[in-house]
């Protein structure tokens, strides 16, 4: 933690203005945050983003919109944090575009105040986003799990979520860990198609098929 309590974070940052790049990172710093990486070229951010992992990507719109939108794109693509994308005016169309290429959050000319402020704004935001998408796959699981049960018991939805919810407490397991089990479970047990019988060679290169069996 820093001295007045600010989380320090791994920053990266990028613009296509080298004075607003240098300008950005004496903020940052000043936040009591690392400036792990200040990137110009697009062709070099995707990998940059990849080789340090920041905790939060800073974008600021330079002279070419579309530079900043490839450079949030690369980025956005290689990240497992929020991009945040800086304008010093109101853009609404750089903005709808900017969201469309994966954007979390957008700030217009902040103070250094308000700029940590939108940064813990759009982490929280980013974490709880995070939380539903593992809650929506894990709704799913269960559901599939379900469905598996319900056709192999022939029981109805409830009574399958009951026999979950019952192996998960015998067994101290998390009822979508025991769901994800009897799916693998169910595709290791699904049987394979029998492949078709290769033919016999006879001699003088004829071919026989294997026998079957009589007709009734």
Do not use: W
Not at 158 to 182: C, P, W, Y
């Amino acid at each position: 933690m820093a001295e007045n309590g600010v989380e320090h974070l791994r920053v990266l940052i990028a613009n296509e203005r080298r004075d607003r790049l240098d300008l950005l990172a004496q903020v940052v710093a000043g936040l009591g945050h690392e400036v792990i990486a200040r990137e110009i070229d697009v062709k070099e951010v995707g990998a940059v983003t990849a080789r340090e992992d920041p905790d939060v990507a800073l974008v600021g719109l330079g002279v070419s919109s579309e530079h900043a939108l490839e450079l949030i794109g690369e980025i956005v693509r290689e990240a497992s944090c929020p991009v945040i994308a800086l304008l010093a005016a109101r853009d609404p169309g750089y903005v709808h575009e900017a969201a469309k290429r994966g954007v979390f959050a957008y700030i217009v000319d902040a103070s250094p105040e308000e700029l940590q402020s939108a940064i813990d704004i759009t982490l929280q935001r980013f974490t709880e986003y995070h939380s539903l998408q593992g809650a929506f796959g894990r709704r799913s699981v269960i559901e599939q799990a379900k469905g598996i049960l319900m056709a192999r018991h022939v029981i109805d939805s409830d009574t399958a979520f009951g026999m979950l919810r019952e192996h998960s407490q015998h067994n101290g397991r998390k009822v979508a860990d025991v769901a994800a089990a009897i799916i693998e479970s169910h595709r290791l047990l699904v049987p394979r198609l029998a492949e078709p019988s290769q033919p016999r060679e006879l001699a003088g290169g004829q071919t026989a098929a294997e026998p079957t069996e009589p007709a009734v």
